[in-house]
């Protein structure tokens, strides 16, 4: 995987305003901006402002707080001008998640009827209740293991 470090890290130029960005909202915790390449019009990004490559890496608090200001973006969104019919609110934690920037950060993407931007491919098939079940024990065991 390749990883961004706080140095050569384009979201932390953007945080600490050395970067060019369109800003729409800024505290001492996250900055939001608009994505440089928007699947749809108005797609925005919210960063913490301290490096943090992934969900990992980021405390409760600030996690929260990114979520919270995307919600109130996505409202804004929805109040605009730019008349969004939906939201889509996607973080893409690794490189197989399709995280292309190593720096944590939330997707606020307003959808529109046959925009063309999707996120469904072929729809999966049922899983078993024992494999499901099997799964379920695997997150419950990691659960306790991180208190």
Known sequence: MTEDTAQDCVFCDIAAGHGEA?????????VAFMDL?????????????EHAIGLDDVDRATS??????????????RRSSLRCEGINLLVCDGEAAFQTVFHLHLHVVPRYAADGWTLLGEEPPARARPLLDGHARAVRAALVSTD
């Open 37 to 49: 390449n928007p699947v749809t019009p108005g797609h925005l990004l919210v960063v913490p402002r």
């Open 22 to 30: 369109s800003r729409v909202y800024e505290d001492d915790t996250v």
């Open 64 to 77: 929260a707080h990114v979520w919270s200001v995307g919600q109130d973006l996505a409202r804004a969104l």
